[in-house]
Each structure stands twice: as structure tokens, then as C-alpha cells.
């Protein structure tokens, strides 16, 4: 946990010295401030992706075999139901705020994230079945 908050704190003292030299810099670098934004946030899919494999290997839940394995995949698989659902009821109060073209892709995410689902599923059962 002390490496997220680690890897957290510094993203947010990155993303306030960009913001305080965006409001510092003439208008003829006015281009520096997106790009810099833009590498934090890049480096910080990167960062994150080390970190978790970090603590994958700290904690053991890279053995497949692990317990912590198994309680991850399906802390996962919960997480991944419940952000579904809030996904929905996002797409409700964007159609009750009338905003429909919004709502209109929220809910194209959430068919789209059921479909990968789903996709995936078939695929891991084909490897099953083609095992056997």
C-alpha cells in the first residue's frame, strides 16, 4: 500500500508544478503544458503497471496457484460487476438530466465491456474444450 501512496503522491505534486507552470509561462509556450500532461499521464499507466507487478511479486499473487491469486480474480470479477452497475445508474441520471447523447455512450461502453465479456469467456472455453 505505502507504494501506491507513494506513486499517488508524486503524480499529484507532477500535475501541480505543471499546473503552477502553465499559469507562469508566456502564451508562446503556451503547447508546453498539454504535452507535459500528457507524459504524466502516459507514465503514470506505465508507472502504475510496475507497481502492481511489483506488489504481484511482493505479495504472491502472480502464483497461479496462490490463494491470494484466487481472491484477486475474484475481487476482480466483483469490481468489475459493480463498476457495470454504477455505469448504468451514471447513464440513468445523464438521461434523467436529458443529457441523451452522453447517456447514448455510457451505455455504448457498458454493451461494449458485456460483449468483451463475453467474447472472452468463449474464448477461454474454446481452450478448454480443445484440451480435452
Known sequence: MRAWITFVGYGVIAILAVWALAHVLPNELALLP???Y??????????S??????????NRTA?????EHALA????SDAF???LVIAVAFGLLLVIEEQFITALEVYGLVALCIALFWIRYAMLRR???EDR
Do not use: C, M, Q, W
Not at 480474480?73 to 476482480?76: D, E, F, I, L, P
Open 49 to 58: 503497471l510496475l507497481v502492481r507487478k511489483h506488489l504481484e511479486k511482493k
Open 34 to 36: 498539454p504535452i507535459l
Open 73 to 76: 480474480k475474484h475481487a476482480g
Open 127 to 129: 481452450s478448454v474444450n
Open 81 to 83: 460487476t459493480y463498476a
Open 38 to 47: 500528457g507524459l504524466i499521464v502516459f507514465s503514470s499507466g506505465i508507472g
Open 63 to 67: 502464483e497461479p496457484d496462490s490463494i
